[in-house]
């Protein structure tokens, strides 16, 4: 079983980028789980036709973890993906990290982490231990990191990589950084900007995928591109980012930048 | 073996924030106070409560409810549990309820000051205790006092004395409690208000009417700056330690009530006098005292300073007496090791010289 993580800054595409992940991997008939790591429950909606399906969290609150069952929480979306949604506390009380960890351990004593990919989409930055949970205990052993060339986005992806490097340096750590997904912005120079951060944190850009108003166009009717429109240029991308994935090997530990190295190589390209 | 049998080493000023503040308010008769956390932070602090009470011959289980978070709780936050404990507390006949917060609670950031300040019927105290923003037992005592005197109003004076933070789980504090007003009333004067020791929720407005608050120990100058200043009463800061502690005692109080102490001085004198004639059996056997300090920081803090000074004066005063029954010390740790803890006054003193002559009679 490959189970994979994309990370990123808030706002960059990692919904979307795993929610067409998961449909393309679904065509190569493999069988796909994602499962939606943020309190705001939005990362299987495409994949369900615009549903916000329940999540772990408030099932959980509503009945206490023992009136919860594995039927309760997986929902099987386009083409037989099934979603989960972690979800978490209301916005400004509790501790969202610690809902992350209370999901893992249920859906653990379910035994529903099972199929050939699991996909974890997990909120913008890894702020406390609990969003750092799908890296550890062996759950996600490949780490994306989804970005574009704007430098905010790389501090992002930089700082996921110092969590990766230093979960990774744990003796049973299985957790490693499989590669950088540019999802792009459409800046000049993006696409060779993202290759070499990749190169300098010591891993590869996997998959370049250019801006495309399809991809909103297929939001508004509430699918994946995938789904909506299967024969356009964007949906072989993410069929192409499929492929990748399932043949990438190449596991590394990540060397996050200097934050003074980070603001030239931004410089050197713009 | 141990090699340092006395627990000073141990740090009480370390410790939980929250049993701090627990040793103050459970000691207020007709309160509830609410422990806003997991279930496991009330019931040590009930079980060593209780042990002190029966140690005192009181079979009160002191009054602690745990609002009892479990994981859901601190997912979701713990300001709903929060608010039906309170209400449960508030159903029940009580003057007042004491909200004492955990690391927990603070760390998930739920608002215990906004829900105490709810309608509930009856006055709703919350106290801030969570250990791990770097208090201490110490703080946690200081910090409950300071939260009661901010509801205490001015009032008419009575003459009497204040007591400041007795230390309630100390097993010596009723004994130490009867001696300062023992050694009162040898000047005319009275308590007006153990604060607090035993006492009730309505007692407490009596704070301000005293002519002089008296600190258990140099660890609670905080508390006795914010009553000075929000009701001018001058304090003394410790309880005495020793024979001659016990004397400057009586003339500092003397002084700073503007009376005459002097035939006061000289009956407990002479009462020293004969207290230590009765110990004579004791004279002559070569002892060593125990003279160690409370572990503190490189940086000590200031309720550590205090702690070392306080534990100074016990040892002076140790030695004060070992001088007075001609007990030959010996600097380097050969003869007969006597215990030396906090002597307050001429019967602590005697009760420590009790002590010794088990030691010593061993």
């Known amino acids: 079983m490959k189970q994979i993580a994309l990370y990123g800054k808030g706002g960059i595409g990692k919904s979307t980028t795993s929610a067409n992940l998961s449909a393309a991997l679904s065509g190569r008939g493999i069988s796909v789980m994602q499962i939606g790591c943020d309190p705001k429950r939005d990362s299987t909606r495409m994949l369900m036709q615009g549903r916000f399906i329940p999540t772990v969290m408030d099932l959980v609150r509503e009945r206490g973890n023992e009136g919860v069952s594995l039927s309760d929480v997986v929902f099987t979306g386009y083409n037989g993906v099934r979603c989960v949604e972690a979800g978490g506390p209301e916005p400004g009380v509790g501790c969202a990290g610690r809902g992350i960890i209370a999901t893992f351990q249920l859906l653990e004593k379910f035994g529903a982490l099972e199929g050939d990919v699991i996909v974890y989409d997990v909120l913008g930055d890894v702020v406390c231990g609990g969003f750092a949970m799908p890296m550890r205990e062996g759950y996600a052993q490949e780490i994306y990191l989804v970005t574009s060339g704007e430098l905010m986005s790389l501090y992002a992806a930089n700082n996921i990589c110092k969590a990766v490097q230093r979960l990774s ?7 490693r950084l499989a590669g950088v997904i540019c999802n792009a912005k459409g800046q000049p120079r993006e696409e060779e900007l993202v290759t070499e951060f990749a190169r300098r944190v010591n891993s590869a850009m996997v998959k370049y995928i250019p801006r495309d108003h399809i991809v909103q ?5 509430r699918q994946t591109v995938i789904e909506y429109r299967p024969d356009s240029v964007q949906a072989d991308h993410y069929r192409s980012l499929a492929e990748r994935i399932m043949e990438n090997t190449r596991l590394t530990i990540p060397t996050p930048l200097e934050i003074d190295e980070l603001e030239s190589l931004a410089r050197e390209f713009f | 073996m141990s090699l340092n049998p006395l627990p000073v080493n141990s740090s009480r000023l370390g410790g939980c924030t ?3 503040a627990i040793s103050v308010t459970s000691h207020i008769r007709d309160t509830v106070t609410v422990v806003h956390g997991p279930k496991g932070c ?5 079980s060593l409560l209780h042990a002190i009470c029966l140690d005192d011959d009181r079979m009160v289980m002191p009054s602690l409810i745990s609002t009892a978070l479990g994981e ?19 159903g029940r006949d009580v003057s007042a309820i004491f909200v004492l917060s955990t690391c927990i609670v603070d760390t998930i950031g739920d608002d215990t000051c906004w829900i105490c300040a709810e309608e509930y019927g009856v006055p709703v105290i919350p106290i801030p205790t969570a250990g791990f923003l770097g208090g201490s037992f110490q703080d946690g ?7 009661l005197a901010g509801i205490a109003e001015p009032c008419p004076a009575t003459g009497g004395i204040n007591l400041i933070g007795e230390m309630n789980l100390e097993y010596e504090v009723r004994e130490n409690s009867a001696e300062i007003s023992r050694l009162l009333s040898l000047l005319g004067l009275n308590v007006n208000l153990h604060f607090v020791h035993d006492t009730t929720f309505s007692q407490l407005s009596l704070l301000g009417a005293a002519r002089l608050n008296i600190l258990r120990s140099p660890s609670l100058v905080p508390v006795g700056e914010v009553l000075k200043e929000q009701f001018g009463t001058p304090y003394i800061p410790s309880f005495p330690h020793g024979l001659s502690g016990t004397l400057s005692f009586i003339r500092t109080v003397a002084g700073a009530c503007g009376i005459d102490g002097q035939e006061a001085v000289s009956g407990e004198c002479v009462r020293q006098e004969e207290m230590i004639a009765g110990f004579s059996d004791l004279s002559n056997k070569p002892v060593s005292l125990d003279h160690t300090l409370p572990c503190v920081k490189e940086i000590p803090a200031t309720e550590e300073l205090a702690a070392v000074l306080d534990r100074v004066e016990e040892i002076q005063a140790a030695g004060e007496l070992a001088a007075r029954l001609r007990l030959p010390v010996s600097s380097d740790g050969n003869g007969i090791s006597l215990p030396v803890g906090s002597a307050i006054g001429t019967a602590g003193t005697r009760r420590m010289l009790h002590r010794w002559r088990r030691a010593i009679h061993a």
């Open chain 1, 217 to 221: 166009e297929a939001e508004v009717n």
């Open chain 2, 72 to 90: 859901s709780e601190i997912i979701f936050g713990g300001e709903e549990a929060l608010r039906s404990t309170i209400r449960h507390a508030a």
């Open chain 1, 169 to 175: 340096s744990r003796v049973k750590s299985k957790c």
């Open chain 2, 18 to 20: 929250l049993t701090g």
């Open chain 2, 141 to 147: 005592m200081n910090n409950a006092l300071i939260a």
């Open chain 2, 42 to 46: 009330s019931h040590h602090n009930a």
